[in-house]
């Protein structure tokens, strides 16, 4: 572009000077004006075309919103106004000082000078030429009666008394007859045309101002040398002629001339003054358009040139933000462009290296993260961080497995915004938060909450997090752990100690007591009366009768408080159901089964039977006499467990023992120990099942179990919604 650039200036340079030059010289301007007007408009429609050309492929830039577009176009424009300003008022100015001055040129003084002067030297060589006509009639009156021999000798005497240049004589035919000179003469002379001889026989003088070969501008007269008739006898018949020549004296002949030449040029120049003002006005005009393309020309290379440096800045700004820092682009000038792009290439050498040390750092914290992660996720116990603003930080797997709530909408809620999405972990966030407001530093609490109709025990430690240079709190981190089949276990263990205890203290004195009652009825007897016999046989049933209820709850206590093995193997919790369900064939039971597959599970048979049992009769006795009262007992394959439901349409379990409804004595029974619930909670314990208790709407209650199955690659999962399939039988 730059090459083209200057080629296209200088090309256009030498045009206009020659088209200039053509114009002041009229031998050039009629020679070859035509052809260089012709290449400068050539040159001209050029400089159009590619001025159009680059201005729409600028125009193109602008509309793509191409980087740098928008400055080379708001340069080409102030480089283009800046050439039309001063140009067109120098065009103006110009062109009037042109008109101006081209009408100086033909003033009518100068007009009138010339005339003047032309006239002068014409009178001056006019009457050269009379006087020298004068002279020849002198002679030719000398030479009138002479004999052509005798003219021949006279005719140089008369010519040094003439004091002319040249004198010869010539007859009717142009036949020399006589001729001399001086020293500057031709030694030939020149003989006069036909047609001037004609004219002198005829009695007419001859003169002219000529230009001679040999003597420049000269005077010639030729006049007629007549015969004298009073002696005809004496000459040789006809008119001769008289010839002179005299040469203008040069420095006349040389101001006659540039006068003369003047005065054409004049006159010629004066006859094309309106042809003057059209070429060197055009001339001009082809001389501004071609300044104002080559300025716009130059102004979209310039503005290109300067563009560019920042398309590439913009290029490397764009690979930096899509963070490639490799770019560095090379420094071409020592301006303030070339710093900018000195300091560009420094500063993405500067963050290549940040971002090393930062992927480094990165990577070791990857590291530690992961191997805290994995140290996180190894623990049964779930971890969970706080920000200042209580919202959730991080995680363990455990915790989501302990709390039962997704992490990911956690994530998104304060603490105290847990209860609108996630009810059940209601005394959790309110109790951590408490926990955190009443005590500033570490703490530990036992917290609840709510799962599958019933609660979990949670042992949770909080405490603050604070960085070491900072004073005021940075967040919180929470441990906890599900303590609830702890605490079974410790309350079982405790329960089953006791009941060792009374059952050992309390039935080693029933038998004595049943026996020393039955012994004073029986030695007493026969020594009251009727009435006294009749209040200690009263008595006495009294006694055995309470002894034996006695026994009885000590039996219960020693089959609560033993633990003997289980006796593992693959039972069909349908089969098993039907056998019970034959000893309650009067009872109101639905069977109801959804699902397909198989209910094998492993059980210890006897057990799983004493659960039925237990669920089957408390569901019985919820019911009572009622005649609209109803079981329901049902069965269904979920994706690892078979489920077992015991439902009854009674009263329902007391709100005040629901919570703790699987723990002993836990009962509103006038009749009962409280252990049927405890006794099968601690069966499915044994069994790696679960069980939940929980009331119906409107009323009733229902104890639901889920049980392992005994093959879980062989077990498929049933949708939700399933339709559902089993049939219904009722005792």
């Known amino acids: 572009m730059r090459n083209m650039l200057i080629l296209i200036g200088s090309l256009a340079a030498i045009l206009l000077f020659l088209l200039a030059t053509a114009s002041g010289n009229s031998t050039v301007f009629g020679a070859y004006y035509d052809w260089l007007l012709g290449l400068n408009l050539l040159m001209a429609a050029g400089l159009v075309a590619l001025v159009i050309t680059r201005l729409l492929k600028l125009r193109q830039q602008v509309k793509a919103r191409q980087f740098g577009s928008r400055l080379a176009w708001r340069l080409t424009l102030m480089f283009a106004l800046v050439a039309v300003l001063p140009g067109a008022l120098v065009y103006t100015l110009s062109v009037q000082f042109l008109t101006k001055s081209i009408e100086t040129w033909f003033d009518v003084r100068v007009d009138n000078a010339l005339d003047s002067g032309l006239n002068l030297g014409a009178q001056a060589l006019d009457s050269s030429l009379d006087d020298l006509m004068q002279k020849a009639r002198v002679m030719a009156g000398e030479l009138a009666g002479e004999f052509n ?114 005065r054409s040029q004049y006159k010629a120049l004066s006859l094309q003054r309106g042809g003057l003002k059209i070429i060197y006005g055009l001339t001009l005009t082809l001389a501004l358009l071609m300044a104002l393309l080559a300025a716009v020309v130059l102004g979209l290379y310039l503005s290109e040139k300067l563009a560019a440096p920042l398309t590439v800045l913009a290029a490397g700004t764009r690979a930096v933000a899509q963070g490639d820092y490799s770019q560095v682009q090379p420094v071409v000038s020592q301006d303030e462009l070339g710093t900018l792009t000195h300091s560009f290439n420094r500063m993405t050498r500067q963050l290549s290296d940040a971002r090393q040390q930062l992927e480094v750092r ?68 309110g109790g951590v938060r408490d926990a955190f407001v009443s005590t500033p530093d570490d703490w530990q609490r036992q917290l ?159 057990r799983l039977r ?6 089957l009769k408390n569901a019985q006795e919820a019911i009572g006499e009622d005649m609209f009262g109803r079981i329901r007992l049902r069965t269904e394959i979920r994706e690892k467990a078979v489920r077992l439901s015991v439902e009854d349409n009674g009263p329902g379990f007391d709100e005040a023992i629901l919570q703790r409804v699987f723990e002993p004595y836990a009962t509103t029974k006038q009749k009962g120990t409280g252990l049927g619930l405890a006794v099968v909670k601690k069966i499915i314990d044994e069994h790696h099942g679960q069980i939940v208790a929980y009331n119906l709407d409107p009323h009733g209650a229902c104890v639901r179990i889920d049980l392992p199955l005994a093959n879980l690659a062989a077990a498929k999962a049933s949708p939700a919604g399933e339709t559902e399939q089993g049939e219904k039988s009722s005792g």
Not at 610 to 615: E, F, G, I, K, P
């Open 149 to 262: 021999a005798e003219a021949r000798s006279h005719l140089g005497r008369l010519r040094e008394t003439a004091n002319v240049q040249e004198a010869s004589l010539f007859d009717g035919r142009g036949m020399v007859i006589a001729h001399d000179g001086n020293e500057m003469a031709n030694p030939v002379p020149l003989v006069p045309e036909r047609k001037v001889l004609k004219q002198v026989t005829a009695q007419i003088p001859y003169r002219v101002l000529e230009v001679m070969p040999s003597y420049g501008l000269s005077l010639r007269v030729v006049v007629p040398v007549n015969q004298d008739y009073q002696d005809y006898t004496r000459f040789d018949g006809g008119t001769r002629a008289l010839q002179l020549i005299q040469p203008v004296p040069k420095q006349l002949a040389d101001d006659f001339e540039k006068v003369e030449d003047m």
């Open 448 to 606: 609840e909450i709510a799962f599958d109709g019933g609660t979990r025990q949670l042992l949770v430690h909080g405490a603050r997090l604070r960085l070491s240079d900072e004073e005021n709190s940075t967040g919180a981190v929470v441990v906890f752990d599900d303590v609830t089949d702890l605490l079974r276990v410790q309350r079982d263990a405790a329960w089953g100690e006791v009941a060792k205890r009374l059952a050992h203290e309390i039935r080693n004195p029933l038998t004595p007591i049943q026996l020393a009652a039955e012994r004073l009825e029986h030695k007493l007897a026969d020594k009251l009366d009727d009435t006294d016999r009749e209040v200690l046989a009263r008595s006495t049933s009294t006694i055995v009768a309470q002894v034996g209820a006695l026994k009885r709850m000590v039996d219960e206590f020693r089959e609560y408080a033993r633990q003997p093995s289980a006796q593992f193997e693959l039972v069909d919790v349908g089969r098993l159901l039907d056998e019970v369900l034959v000893l309650y064939e009067n009872a109101p039971i639905e069977r109801e089964h959804k699902g397909e597959g198989s209910l094998e599970v492993m059980a210890d048979r006897t």
């Open 362 to 429: 990165q990577q070791e914290t990857a590291a530690a993260k992961a191997y805290l992660e994995t140290v996180l996720g190894s623990l049964t116990a779930g971890v969970l961080t706080f920000d200042a603003n209580w919202r959730l930080r991080a995680a363990n797997l455990s915790a989501t497995q302990i709390l039962h709530a997704d992490i990911k909408r956690l994530d998104v809620l304060k603490l105290d915004e847990w209860l609108e999405d996630f009810p059940h972990l209601a005394g959790f966030a």
């Open 610 to 615: 004493q659960v039925a049992h237990n669920l």
